[in-house]
């Protein structure tokens, strides 16, 4: 067969064409999942991604810390049942493929598709996996700032703040009084408060004290695990423990970091340590990309975690609304694995599992004596529901009480390496 000119230049053209095309002649990009946050959660789904996907995704971490301080299990180390190296974990999700970006999330252009970073570079998504954690809200009790969480910590972020609040506690002296300014709802880790109340009535009571007191004012006028913290306070520290809910305190009026005071309607509490826990909010830059609604916190697919504000982004763990879920480093574990699932089947084509999760919050209340609570959930009619739940029995036997606790050390043992290695 004779191939005229006119069919030559013809043919190289097509040619031309054909290798032009992306993922005939030349090899498709891999798609790009970034992930902003690098504890519970944007750990966990960034791992569980790459390495799923068996180098099919390319993941990119943004955190700027080299090293996590876990806010879970903080609460030991201020009962001095944990060092505070023991809370501490590097990074170590290279392995698998992860690129770890070590700088502040600046903004999300989400038209772009892109993550500014703080030194003003950009960095592209196919899809965005924000995990962000919370913010306080420091105007929500009168006269408290940030300024003032130096003098009266709220030890709700991890790492200077729970040595400060550590440093504090230790110092006090026999007659001392704490204040602790309980948060409303919702907030980071429901039983947390109540744990540290404990294991800083554990603290005074190992130093011999026999006059020194803890007063709760709460904004609500219950907790989770209540019944259960109030027998241990009872059992375990007789007189140390005065929690008051609105009824009997009237309303928080405000905190006077430089005269150590906490006034409510009816009075004027002079303090020797002041642990103010505000009220929060979605992490900042979840809030300037627009993704939370009213309540300050983003809203999601409950079968996914997917923003139901933008498509291309996935949202879980302390900034979502994740229904009946609390806000634990268990839950953002678990829906984080649920993320990955959904991201890698968007993504790759893979085969994806209906989603469910899981969460149990452990709260220790004296040396070898811890409860929980916990259940399992699924996406029911728009939201995460709870089908299955537990909880500690008041009354129960201290053998019982004793193996929850070992049991509360083999998780974080086990969730740390899930999340970290």
């Known amino acids: 067969m004779r191939i005229n000119r006119r069919q030559f ?7 031309a ?20 946050g690098g504890g519970p959660g944007g750990a966990t789904v960034a791992k569980y991604v790459a390495r799923d996907s068996q180098g099919a995704v390319e993941v990119t971490m943004i955190e700027p810390l080299e090293t996590f301080v876990t806010c879970f299990h ?9 060092s505070f190296e023991s809370i501490c974990h590097g990074y170590k999700l290279g392995s698998y493929g992860v690129k770890h970006v070590r700088q502040f999330a600046a903004a999300i252009d989400r038209d772009k598709k892109e993550v500014k970073l703080a030194d003003g570079s950009a960095v ?4 965005l996996v924000m995990a962000p954690g919370i913010d306080i809200k420091f105007d ?24 400060l609040v550590k440093k504090q506690l230790d110092a006090l002296q026999d007659g001392a009084t704490i204040v602790m300014v309980a948060p409303p709802n919702p907030y980071r880790c429901p039983p947390g408060p109540y744990e540290r109340v404990s294991v800083m009535a554990k603290v005074l009571k190992a130093k011999g004290h026999t006059r020194s007191k803890i007063i709760v004012l709460d904004p609500k006028d219950k907790f989770s695990k209540m019944a259960l913290f109030q027998e241990c306070w009872q059992k375990h520290y007789p007189g140390m423990v005065e929690w008051m809910d609105p009824k009997m305190h009237g309303g928080i009026k405000g905190v006077d970091p430089q005269a150590m005071t906490v006034t409510t309607d009816f009075e004027t509490i002079k303090a020797d340590m002041v642990n103010v826990i505000p009220a929060q909010m979605a992490g900042k830059i979840a809030r300037e990309a627009g993704l939370v609604n009213e309540t300050g916190y983003c809203p999601i697919d409950a079968t996914n975690m997917k923003s139901a504000i933008d498509p291309n982004i996935y949202v879980l763990g302390d900034a979502s609304i994740a229904g009946a879920m609390p806000k634990s480093a268990f839950a953002a574990n678990s829906q984080a694995k649920v993320v990955a699932n959904a991201v890698r089947g968007e993504l790759t ?11 149990t919050c452990w709260s220790v209340v004296a040396q070898d004596d811890t409860v929980k609570i916990g259940g399992r959930y699924e996406p029911k009619d728009g939201k995460i529901a709870e ?17 929850t606790s070992e049991e509360n050390m083999g998780w974080y043992a086990g969730i740390t390496a899930d999340i970290f290695s």
Not at 9 to 15: E, K, Q, R, T
Not at 124 to 127: K, S, V
Not at 387 to 403: M, P, Y
């Open 9 to 15: 230049s013809a043919g190289l053209l097509a040619a």
């Open 17 to 36: 064409g054909v290798v032009g095309m992306p993922g005939v002649l030349r090899a498709q990009a891999k798609p790009r999942v970034v992930v902003i």
């Open 74 to 82: 903080s609460n030991l180390y201020l009962g001095d049942m944990r």
């Open 124 to 127: 592209p998504y196919d899809r």
């Open 140 to 163: 929500s009790v009168p006269g408290y700032s940030e300024a003032a969480a130096e003098i009266m910590p709220h030890g709700w972020k991890p790492g200077a703040q729970t040595k």
């Open 349 to 359: 084509g893979s085969r994806t599992f209906p989603a469910r999760y899981a969460n």
């Open 387 to 403: 089908i299955e739940g537990f909880v500690s029995k008041t009354g129960e036997d201290a053998g019982i009480r004793l193996q």
